[in-house]
T-cell receptor, first 112, second 111 residues
Framework: KAGVTQTPRYLIKTRGQQVTLSCSPI?????VSWYQQTPGQGLQFLFEYFSETQRNKGNFPGRFSGRQFSNSRSEMNVSTLELGDSALYLCASSLELTGELFFGEGSRLTVL | GENVEQHPSTLSVQEGDSAVIKCTYSDSASNYFPWYKQELGKRPQLIIDIRSNVGEKKDQRIAVTLNKTAKHFSLHITETQPEDSAVYFCAAANTGNQFYFGTGTSLTVIP
């Protein structure tokens, strides 16, 4: 069974630009969540989607948004990039309503 | 919202010794407490989890204990090996897959 796939793996953007990250969950997993990982801050929850509906949203500004498609694939978008948005963005899928998260390898975003 | 605190931030142990990592949480509604291991440059992976109706769970050299009254849970690794070296994250969740993670413990096992 294929794992969680995230694209792109690495990207460099400049301040003010916008970026879209993609996540393909494990087949059969309907829950997809996104986390921002930075040194010293650990993993911070961005949002979670289940069957195309956003179930939960973390404490991030409105510049961070996401969506989920009918095939459970998910995208997150960050508009008007700031230097502080540089981070590893991890996507995770889950089979259960509250259960084990299967993480992708992440998309490493650098904002210059 | 939930707040998860994790200690220590770094931990060094001799091979064969035990390692203990502690976490506290603030929301009494949290009922699922997983632990994830992240090796350098790799994705986090679940190593053990516990739900609120259980006080302790063990899987070979790894155990987790939960004290709901005190709102804390701990990871215990016995007979540590060099391959246990990694960053460990605790987390707490209520309903849905909205997890609140601790800031991580970097464990180094010295051969």
């Amino acid at each position: 069974k294929a794992g969680v796939t995230q694209t792109p793996r690495y990207l460099i953007k400049t301040r003010g630009q916008q970026v879209t990250l993609s996540c393909s969950p494990i087949s059969g997993h309907r829950s997809v969540s996104w986390y921002q990982q930075t040194p010293g801050q650990g993993l911070q929850f961005l949002f979670e989607y289940f069957s195309e509906t956003q179930r939960n949203k973390g404490n991030f500004p409105g510049r961070f948004s996401g969506r989920q498609f009918s095939n459970s694939r998910s995208e997150m978008n960050v508009s008007t990039l700031e230097l502080g948005d540089s981070a590893l963005y991890l996507c995770a899928s889950s089979l259960e309503l509250t259960g084990e998260l299967f993480f992708g390898e992440g998309s490493r975003l650098t904002v210059l | 919202g939930e707040n998860v605190e994790q200690h220590p931030s770094t931990l060094s142990v001799q091979e064969g010794d035990s390692a203990v990592i502690k976490c506290t949480y603030s929301d009494s509604a949290s009922n699922y407490f997983p632990w994830y291991k992240q090796e350098l440059g790799k994705r986090p992976q679940l190593i053990i989890d516990i739900r609120s109706n259980v006080g302790e769970k063990k899987d070979q050299r790894i155990a987790v204990t939960l004290n709901k009254t005190a709102k804390h849970f701990s990871l215990h690794i016995t007979e540590t090996q060099p391959e246990d070296s990694a960053v460990y994250f605790c987390a707490a969740a209520n309903t849905g897959n909205q997890f609140y993670f601790g800031t991580g413990t970097s464990l180094t096992v010295i051969p």
